[in-house]
């Protein structure tokens, strides 16, 4: 296959919370790939914004992934409008810092809602519709904190550690029918959310390159590029992983 093995030409992506941060770095991945991609999320200009910078191959729907009994319309809806689905990456997420002992029952309803409830749904969706077709990929973006234990994030860390099992349980049943089942858990980037917790704690820039094999932040487009691989023929053979990309953070000591 060669370089081919890589491309993603003619194929039909949704990224969940695609207009900001990795989501958008799974995006321009994506498009640059080859790939068409409709983009999800709560804000239509910020959207809107994204598709003008992504150009022709982007188009984008306004959706609360958290609105579960939508979820059916809108993945029919896509379809509809723009053909049948390729891949999936489930990347809404919402978060919260605050102790175990500070949180509450709602605050972990919140969290499991968007990243746990919301990636189920759709996956369920569009898995249906993929593995009818006998095609597809599904991508959930975790975390480090599905693979070590980081604290004042507990409600984080169980959502993302639920979407890690489910990546898992996921491509049993999917797989023989055609449809790959994966997950990418990021490290720490440069993006405007990390740079503003820097601000507010200027030794927490330090204590994470001090970690991190590669001594550098990741780029949002990383994890794109990863996305790209496991969506690509590429990894035909690969299914049920979760993959690192954190410059060494999960292996660093």
Same mark, same amino acid.
């Given at each position: 296959m060669g370089r081919d093995a890589f491309r993603l030409d003619g194929q039909l992506a949704l990224v969940t919370g695609g207009g900001t941060g990795l989501g958008f770095g799974v995006c321009q991945a994506l498009t640059e790939a080859?790939?068409?991609?409709?983009?999800?999320g709560r804000r239509e200009e910020v959207l809107r914004r994204a598709c003008?910078? &992504?150009?022709e191959a982007a188009?984008?729907?306004?959706?609360? #992934?958290t609105e579960l009994s939508s979820i059916p319309a809108l993945a029919g809806h896509i379809e509809e409008r723009f053909g049948p689905l390729d891949i999936l990456v489930n990347n809404a997420g919402?978060?919260?810092k605050k102790s175990a002992v500070e949180t509450s029952d709602a605050d972990l309803a919140g969290i499991l809602q968007t990243h746990l409830f919301g990636s189920f749904a759709l996956s369920r969706e569009c898995g249906r519709r993929m593995?009818?077709?006998?095609?597809?990929?599904?991508?959930?973006?975790?975390?480090m904190a599905a693979l070590f234990g980081i604290p004042q994030v507990s409600a984080y860390s169980a959502a993302k550690s639920a979407m890690?099992?489910?990546?898992?349980? &996921?491509?049993?049943e999917f797989s023989p029918?055609?449809?790959? #089942?994966?997950?990418?858990?990021p490290g720490w980037f440069d993006t405007d959310l990390s740079r503003k917790a820097f601000q507010g704690d200027p030794g927490r820039k330090e204590r994470i390159l001090g970690r991190t094999p590669l001594r550098t932040l990741g780029e949002v487009v990383d994890v794109g590029h990863a996305a790209v691989y496991l969506s690509s023929p590429a990894a035909r053979f690969v299914t049920g992983v979760v993959l690192p990309v954190d410059g060494g953070v999960s292996i660093g000591f």
């Open positions: 080859g790939a068409r991609v409709i983009l999800t003008d910078q &992504l150009g188009s984008y729907m306004q959706h609360d #992934v919402n978060h919260l593995t009818a077709r006998r095609r597809g990929s599904i991508i959930m973006i975790v975390s890690a099992g489910l990546t898992r349980a &996921l491509a049993v029918h055609g449809v790959r #089942v994966n997950a990418i858990a």
